[in-house]
């Protein structure tokens, strides 16, 4: 790899952006492909297609052995309620892989002493979240069980491509929230998308519990989806 | 792909900021169960220190020693590990899978 390319890639990786570096496995050359822009690079059909089901792997439609590696930007985690499940979901999250944020309009609960290192925004979940335009890439998950805080996040997920919704609360607030989801206009199929009560049923109990029910579905929900 | 611990391509760009020889090794195709998944890749310099997995640790040792090689004549490698290669006995992948590791210089 030429000393360019790598600093490119690192800089496309910093800026978020996807970007898939194809290598001739016999001749070594290589080349980026921006997946989803403008351009007409050899071999851009296959590094969309490659990007967007996150696998990396050889073609060889173009009469040569092409290794395609897919740069993708992290995936996302949006937390909202910076309740103290939030707290080692996040630092579980950030080890997984995901870029975390954490939305609370409390700014008691949502305090950098709470969440070292992690985006928090305390703005209510409907502005923050469409300002985060959670995407086929982000996971998303309300914890504090208040519909004031709760129910305009879930809107604005069950209105995006977010590959996961979660939503902490017993099976009886659970069933009153899809209810009023409901009476807000969203049918069947969409609350179904909503995971709850939040999490695999592995019996959790405390908070860090709790987040490792929550962060394995997610991963459940990430690499089993029909392809 | 999913975010190493250890990033790789960072690893590379520092030591080459620090001079040194770096190559980069990259799993290409997996068969049957194997430890690391196709994109993985595993950083060396030329001292042999390395940062970053192509394998559950079973073939490290093969690959660093093929990317020192990589750092001083300039070509590339494309490796085959598997129970049905003989370098397996050596190496062995204990999981019975077989994977190809395409191994660069980074210049």
């Known amino acids: 790899m030429k000393d360019a390319t790598l600093q490119q890639v690192l800089a496309d990786q910093a800026a978020k952006r996807a970007v898939v570096l194809a290598t001739d496995l016999a001749s070594g050359e290589e080349w980026l492909i921006y997946p989803f822009e403008a351009g007409d690079d050899r ?91 959670p995407d086929a890439r982000t996971a998303i998950v309300t914890l504090t069980h208040d519909p004031k805080i709760d129910d305009p996040a879930l809107e604005v997920a069950l209105r995006s491509a977010a590959f996961y919704i979660g939503a902490l609360g017993s099976k009886k607030t659970h069933s009153a929230r899809l209810h009023r989801l409901g009476e807000a206009g969203f049918g069947d199929n969409d609350v179904a998308r909503i995971c709850g009560p939040v999490g695999l049923a592995i019996g959790a109990k405390s908070p860090a519990e709790i987040a490792v029910a929550v962060l394995a579905q997610i991963t459940e929900r990430l690499r089993q989806s029909p392809a | 792909m999913t975010a190493d611990l250890d990033n790789v391509l960072e690893q590379a760009a520092a030591w080459r900021g620090a001079g040194k020889g770096v190559a980069l090794a990259t799993v290409v195709t997996t068969w049957g169960s194997s430890p690391r998944p196709v994109g993985s890749q595993l950083v060396v310099d030329d001292s042999g220190k390395f940062v970053g997995s ?25 490796l085959d590990f598997g129970v049905t290669n003989e370098q397996a006995w050596e190496v062995g992948l204990a999981c019975g899978g077989k994977v190809q590791v395409f191994v660069e210089r980074v210049a």
């Open chain 1, 43 to 133: 071999l851009k059909k296959e590094a969309e297609d490659a990007a967007r089901r996150d696998k990396s792997g050889v073609v060889e439609t173009i009469g040569a052995k092409v290794f395609l590696n897919v740069y993708n930007p992290p995936l996302r985690l949006i937390i909202v309620g910076a309740v103290h499940i939030a707290q080692p979901l996040a630092r579980m999250a950030a080890m997984t892989g995901y870029d975390v944020t954490v939305i609370d309009p409390r700014a008691a609960f949502a305090s950098e002493e709470r969440f070292p290192g992690v985006t928090v925004i305390t703005e209510w979940p409907d502005d923050a979240m469409t300002a985060l335009s």
């Open chain 2, 54 to 78: 192509v394998s559950g640790g079973c073939i490290e040792g093969a690959v660093v020693e093929q990317g020192l090689a990589a750092i001083k004549d300039g070509k590339t490698r494309l």
